[in-house]
């Protein structure tokens, strides 16, 4: 089964970030002045997958809402800070999973959504060149399944000087690559 008590903690700390990142940019003066975007480039579906309620607790409403905000992922809780970031972008190379997230765009049809079904480093070396970093803000969320994140795709992110990056590591496959 996908995730854990790490995984939990690292998507209410993401959330807690995000909403502090976007108030910082919608009341200071100075920076209300760039355009904020929030970043996924391993997006998934939006959803931690798990098996649904079965029995009797499949009736508990107090049950349901717990499981409810247990699978919510980091698309799903970027999606819902308010005040909201002016651009999402998520990048998700499965297919199937591209067709999740355009799903899920359908229920935040006020946002400015954009899903890209391609290879998150090629799609993210692109989007760094289009930046303009004169007028843009942007949090990106790195969290790979294994070491599958390019260095130069970590310099590219790092030249723009206008992205705060969050990038999540398994410590196992990093600790497998060094024996």
């Not at 995000?18 to 970043?39: G, M, Q």
Request: charged share 30%; net charge negative.
């Amino acid at each position: 089964m996908f995730g854990g008590p790490w995984t939990q903690q690292k998507l209410e700390i993401l959330s807690k970030y995000l909403r502090a990142y976007r108030v910082i940019f919608d009341k200071n003066p100075k920076a209300k002045f760039f355009e904020t975007s929030y970043v996924d480039a391993f997006a998934g579906t939006g959803e931690i997958p798990r098996p649904t309620l079965q029995g009797f607790f499949k009736d508990d409403p107090d049950l349901l809402k717990a499981a409810e905000e247990f699978r919510k992922g980091s698309v799903k809780r970027a999606l819902e800070v308010d005040p909201p970031f002016h651009h999402y972008i998520f990048i998700e190379k499965d297919s199937e999973k591209c067709e999740e997230l355009e799903a899920l765009a359908e229920e935040f049809s006020k946002r400015d959504i954009k899903i890209i079904c391609d290879d998150a480093n090629t799609a993210l070396l692109n989007w760094c060149k289009q930046l303009d970093t004169k007028r843009a803000r942007a949090v990106v969320f790195l969290d790979p399944f294994g070491a599958s994140v390019e260095w130069k795709v970590i310099e590219a992110i790092a030249d723009t000087k206008a992205v705060d990056l969050w990038i999540l590591f398994p410590y196992g496959a990093i600790n497998r690559m060094l024996l």
